[in-house]
DNA sequence: TGTTAGTAGTCGTCTGGACGAGTTGAGGAG
DNA sequence: CTCCTCAACTCGTCCAGACGACTACTAACA
């Protein structure tokens, strides 16, 4: 056994720097200076207690930060393995654009195929409820009303990468295909322009967080991984507010474009 | 001593779930329904120790899950409390409106005056360098060409909340007062257009991650709060790149706003 | 009155050990 | 040759204890 050629890194005693955080920044040097790539495996535990003769836990101290920082993952039975980072994948200002849903394409398809993944759709639930606070403001109505309630997940090449909450006042979704669970070609806002509401604009409200259990659970989010929460508001011509969308998005699939005029 | 009431859960041995896990789902819960308020005080490790009957590093195990999620933050010395969200501040998409540099006034001052925050701006430092590879390609220029590096750090009330590093084509900053520490009213983007460079459109590109430890150390960063990272470009009316930059900022105090025509 | 030293309570770090559970690969049984 | 068993290796969880450092409060002191 040549042993791990990477563990060139000494504890200095002397330091007031933690031990745990010590073996952290050699391991993180690694990592992001290349000596280290994504997918390679970390020393296991029994060799960074023997390299640098400290207890596990002090090792697993310094694991566990970099599975924080989102540098690496530990995989049981396996190792700790260096995080790969996946494509990212490009939300355009075009995004909403009209042509896309006169062709019959919902935003998230028409977009999915810029990158050349393939789209899929699951965990469809279209119900009738009351919205929260800060989406019965956004939409205009009483947090009382009962609202039409559409969710779903979207996914990429079978990679889970956003969940969305549809709100729509139950005036325009009743007795519409925008209660069934596919709404038909062009998605629920080209329902919406058939009754006549012409959407005018939408305003997106983008915050970041880490993501809640069930978030991490249902986007199969790595440790350490925070996710956007997008809440966008679509307006009609009258300036109605038409729809409120809640979306949470995998932090590390995502980049969020925009273009914004001098004006 | 009447001692912790909300401490009302106990530990279920049968259960799979880890001892440590469903100690911090007791407190989560706790904290999700209202009978721990921010700033609140969470029960000491002692007293969780005897109120489950469990070793310290089981408490402390349970106490960094709900520190990772951003429920909680440990202070040293004082106990582990409740994290209050700060107000959020809003970015909206008039920021870059020339009305505000006809008045004389950067975007982030005039921002701050909306939501009543004192601004301040600290840390500045200007100089020559060569760019980062992804702010080369938005800047249109080589990797190996100098250009003018801006760096400064933005707080309100104190409260340092962004790090800014913009990125000027040597030609269009050098012999201007862009080199200056204080750049003069209206901000850099004033000192462009005086140049008859007229700044028509910007782009924005937003990321969100965990922050790096430096960046944690100058935003003042609890653990578990994710940044955004938000890569500007901003183009002259002949459809140059006349500035990026490239900001990190405290995602627990920005919610980032955006307007968009359905065009 | 104002300051200082002490003390109790709290979290931070680290040791050394124990057992459980998932993964992998080699060797043996068929 | 295929399949299965099993041992070795890995990470996950938990215990019991030790010392250090920071905070807040109190009591003694100047």
Redesign the pocket.
């Known amino acids: 056994m040549a042993g791990h050629e990477i563990l060139v890194g000494q504890i200095d005693p002397a330091s007031d720097r933690?031990?745990?955080?010590q073996i952290a920044d050699h391991l993180r040097e690694a990592i992001e200076g290349g000596r280290l790539s994504p997918g390679d495996k970390?020393p296991?535990?029994?060799?960074l207690m023997q390299h640098y003769n400290?207890?596990?836990?002090?090792v697993?101290?310094a694991?566990q930060e970099l599975q924080g920082e989102g540098l690496a993952v530990?995989?049981?039975?396996?190792?700790?393995f260096v995080r790969s980072r996946p494509p990212v994948k490009r939300l355009a200002s075009d995004r909403f654009a009209r042509r896309h849903r006169k062709e019959g394409k919902a935003a998230f398809i028409a977009e999915s195929e810029v990158v050349g993944a393939k789209a899929s759709v699951d965990m469809i639930d279209v119900r009738e409820g009351s919205p929260l606070p800060e989406i019965a403001e956004r939409l205009k109505v009483r947090a009382d009303e009962a609202v039409v309630i559409r969710s779903r997940r979207y996914s990429l090449d079978g990679r889970p990468v956003e969940l969305a909450t549809s709100y729509i006042p139950a005036d325009l979704a009743l007795g519409t295909r925008i209660m069934d669970a596919n709404p038909g070609p062009g998605g629920i806002y080209a329902r919406l322009e058939e009754q006549g509401r012409t959407l005018d604009r939408f305003t997106e409200d983008v915050f970041t967080r880490m993501p809640t259990r069930e978030e991490a659970r249902l986007l199969l989010l790595a440790p350490g991984v925070p996710v956007f929460r997008l809440i966008r508001t679509a307006y009609d011509l009258d300036g109605r507010s038409v729809e409120v969308c809640d979306t949470i998005m995998s932090g590390d699939a995502y980049q969020l474009s925009y273009e914004l005029p001098a004006h």
């Open positions: 933690a031990v745990f955080r970390l296991s535990e029994a060799a400290v207890a596990r836990m002090t697993r101290h694991m530990a995989e049981h039975g396996r190792g700790v």
